[in-house]
């Protein structure tokens, strides 16, 4: 997926997210992270926390719920706030940085996408695409710490 993408993210924004781990305890933060589109890199330029309190992952009540909010939250962030990219994020607070059960059950769900977990040392992404091969790729992301 990457191809020669790369995936940069300023010092302050990653310190403020792995901290936010590290006091969370055993609570899952979960929300978006915004990235503006130069020609083959992707700077994160900010976030949005929407829920520090979940204490497990957990499996959705209704898939097609979790896929039609997801695709709406992203097009009106992208259509109102004018991102370029917008990724869902969640942290794993035990420091896992591979993806859980739930997390591959969502992904494939939907067929394509992109999690991104945090945990209190690291952010990094998973590319997921099941669209056009049997075994679903997955590829890694790996967010270059930058200092502005």
Do not use: C
Not at 93 to 115: C, F, Q, R, W
Not at 136 to 142: A, L, Q, S, V, Y
Request: aromatic content about 12%; hydrophobic content about 35%.
């Amino acid at each position: 997926m990457s191809g020669g993408f790369r995936y940069l993210i300023p010092e302050p924004i990653f310190d403020e997210l792995t901290s936010l781990v590290k006091e969370s305890k055993d609570k899952i933060i979960s929300g978006w992270l915004f990235a503006d589109r130069k020609e083959n890199f992707g700077i994160v330029s900010g976030y949005n926390i929407t829920n520090k309190d979940s204490k497990a992952h957990i499996r959705p009540k209704s898939w097609i719920r979790v896929k039609k909010k997801k695709i709406y939250t992203m097009r009106k962030l992208k259509e109102d706030k004018g991102y370029d990219i917008v990724w869902q994020f969640h942290s794993h607070p035990s420091g896992k940085e591979e993806l859980h059960d739930v997390d591959l059950a969502i992904l494939n769900y939907l067929s394509t996408g992109v999690m991104i977990v945090i945990t209190p040392d690291n952010i990094l992404g998973w590319y997921f695409d099941k669209r056009e091969t049997k075994k679903p790729i997955i590829d890694k992301m790996i967010f270059e710490i930058i200092s502005e």
